[in-house]
């Protein structure tokens, strides 16, 4: 692990490159600048696939320009091409990630979001709720047993402490004989970043 105690971030990498092999189907809900959707792909390599959504036309061009950078060619996705194919690479969806159960082609093994607004982006453009919570309740059914989701949640910004608040409400009420759900929070920075992650142990949901 590298960077200090409280880069959640990074305990969300961590956290995902435990159950993750290559060859899984990893999903990142918020491309953003392409972190996220990097470290999946170097997680699933070369056999596995990550598919990656966000709205913002800058946030897909920036995730673009970090995996061809990186080496990889990601294909893009721009119409009406739900589901998406199970197959090896990368697709980057221009689309909101309240409509992954329509373009996901098989159960992910791990799912990841970074909530708020894209840094360097459009600040007004950030995640909200209404959206975030069907993605999320999504993500949850149609993870693979041993699969995990985890999500950062950001507070600072307008609109993100009711955005944190619906997201812990959502964790909390997740079925314990199904998931086990961890926090991972900076308690004496009551308004910094903070990680929830889940693993889907067993069953249907
Ligand atoms: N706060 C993080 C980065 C968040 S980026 C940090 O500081 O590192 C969040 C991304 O979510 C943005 O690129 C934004 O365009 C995207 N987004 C907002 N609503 C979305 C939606 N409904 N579906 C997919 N992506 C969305």
């Not at 980057?92 to 409509?99: D, F, K, M, W």
């Amino acid at each position: 692990m590298t960077g200090s105690l409280t880069r959640i971030v990074s305990w969300g990498h961590e956290l995902l490159a435990e159950v993750v092999c290559p060859g899984d189907l990893a999903v990142d809900l918020t491309a953003g600048n392409g972190h996220d959707t990097l470290f999946l792909a170097r997680l699933v390599a070369a056999s596995g696939q990550v598919v990656a959504f966000d709205v913002q036309a800058t946030a897909l061009e920036n995730t673009c320009r970090r995996l061809q950078e990186a080496g990889c060619q990601p294909r893009l996705h721009t119409g009406a091409e739900a589901p998406l194919t199970r197959q090896a690479g990368i697709d980057l969806v221009a689309a909101g990630h309240e409509r992954l159960a329509e373009y996901l082609p098989a159960a992910p093994r791990a799912v990841v979001a970074n909530l708020g607004y894209l840094p360097g982006g459009d600040p007004r453009l950030i995640t909200r709720s209404e959206s975030t919570l069907p993605a999320l309740d999504q993500a949850s059914r149609l993870l693979a047993a041993g699969g995990r989701l985890a999500v950062a949640v950001y507070l600072g910004h307008p609109g993100g402490q009711e955005e944190g608040d619906a997201v812990c409400r959502f964790f909390a009420e997740l079925d314990e004989g199904i998931f086990q759900v961890l926090q991972m929070k900076v308690m004496n920075r009551p308004q910094a970043p903070f990680l929830v992650v889940a693993e889907r142990t067993a069953g249907k949901v």
